[in-house]
């Protein structure tokens, strides 16, 4: 491993990726990351800027076969993935025992935390955040596990006002596990396949918060969101309505022309607040985070969804960010190995 030496020039993209370690014997002078990540994947975060000036700061990435037993692999400074799969999870384990001088990013159970909605959002509701630049909660929500007919019942005794989102209660990246729904009236609820978790809507003038966290660095983007409901809407409207799929089809707002009070972003230091007791809750240093505003209520955020190693490859900056953050790693791992010498 050599450390930053902070050449930050961008040059042409060197598929490392297809190069033998061997060969160019980069552990000596390079900072190793082994990737397993989905061809999809691959394409919106791997691209060639990203790899050019990795390469130019002394990091590699280095694809992961996963055909072959990941101890003959590498040697890695750090492991970077994001694939499902229990058989994978073990995997990775195993390798986190019996390599742990290797950084894997992040921990498989701590991921995992993030598979089921109701858990993914327990840590924001137990911090219960409310301080001088605002409050950020959860909104209410209810999980239904099995039987449908009896989700208006539980709907009545659990006080959630209407409309509700039905989130499938899984969240693992499955195309069914993004397919929302909004529901206008208890009736209609019966209609919805559980698992899943009933959460109310909250108007927030059609604009939410991706708040990206690599390692301690924080870059917050505007994305266009459903509309708000408005009780005449609300009166007139019964049924279900489905979303297949409807963040990812959500364009940038960072440009639009909206109301201030819909644009303001969050206050930085609620968010750094946030991210911080995050981080250490969650045991992640790759995750983002969708806030809302409550719509009228300056100081007033809810986090309705959270996901692991999100698509960074539209967040702008993120090559120089992703790339420091690697750096950071490998350096306190080295000073770490360093101390314990005598
Ligand atoms: O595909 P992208 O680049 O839009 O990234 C997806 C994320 O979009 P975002 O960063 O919010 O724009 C997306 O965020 P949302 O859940 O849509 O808010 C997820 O993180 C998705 O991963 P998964 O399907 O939940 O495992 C992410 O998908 P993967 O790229 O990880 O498959
Ligand atoms: N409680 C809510 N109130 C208002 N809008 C919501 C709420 N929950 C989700 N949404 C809207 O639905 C979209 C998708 O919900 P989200 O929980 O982020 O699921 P996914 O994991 O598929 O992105 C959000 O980006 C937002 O536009
Ligand atoms: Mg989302
Ligand atoms: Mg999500």
Request: glycine residues 6%; aromatic residues 8%; hydrophobic residues 35%.
């Amino acid at each position: 491993m050599r450390l930053n030496d902070d050449n930050d020039e961008e040059e042409g993209p060197k598929t490392m990726s297809q190069c033998s370690i061997g060969h160019l014997q980069p552990e000596k002078s390079f900072v190793i990351v082994g990737y397993a990540l989905t061809s999809k994947k691959v394409e919106s975060f791997l691209k060639p800027k990203l790899e050019g000036l990795a390469r130019n700061k002394g990091i590699l990435f280095v694809a992961i076969d996963q055909n072959r037993p990941l101890s003959d692999q590498g040697p890695f400074d750090i492991v970077l993935h994001k694939l499902t799969g229990k058989e994978w999870r073990q995997i990775l384990e195993e390798y986190r025992r019996t390599h742990p001088e290797v950084t894997v990013l992040d921990p498989p159970d701590a991921i995992q935390h993030l598979h089921n909605r109701q858990s993914m959002l327990q840590c924001v509701a137990d911090m219960n955040l409310s301080e001088t630049y605002g409050k950020v909660g959860v909104p209410r929500q209810l999980v239904i596990k099995r039987d449908s007919s009896s989700i208006p019942d539980a709907v009545t005794k659990a006080g959630l006002i209407l409309p509700l989102v039905a989130k499938p209660l899984v969240a693992d990246g499955s195309a069914k596990s993004h397919e929302l729904s909004l529901a206008y009236d208890e009736y209609s609820l019966q209609k919805l396949e559980p698992p899943l978790v009933l959460q109310e809507f909250v108007n927030h003038g059609g604009v939410l918060f991706k708040v990206y966290i690599v390692g301690e660095a924080i870059k917050v983007v505007r994305r266009f969101s459903l509309p708000d409901v408005t009780k005449r809407e609300l009166s007139k409207n019964a049924g279900v309505f489905r979303f297949p799929r409807v963040s990812c089809a959500a364009a940038s707002a960072d440009d639009a022309d909206l109301d201030p009070s819909v644009a303001e972003l969050p206050p930085r230091p609620l968010l750094e607040r946030l991210a911080k007791e995050l981080r250490r809750r969650l045991g992640l240093r790759l995750f983002n985070l969708d806030i809302i505003r409550e719509h009228g209520r300056r100081d007033h955020f809810y986090v309705i969804d959270i996901n692991y190693f999100p698509g960074y490859g539209k967040m702008p900056g993120y090559e120089h960010i992703f790339t420091d953050f690697l750096l950071s790693l490998a350096q306190s791992r080295y000073k770490k190995v360093n101390s314990w010498k005598p």
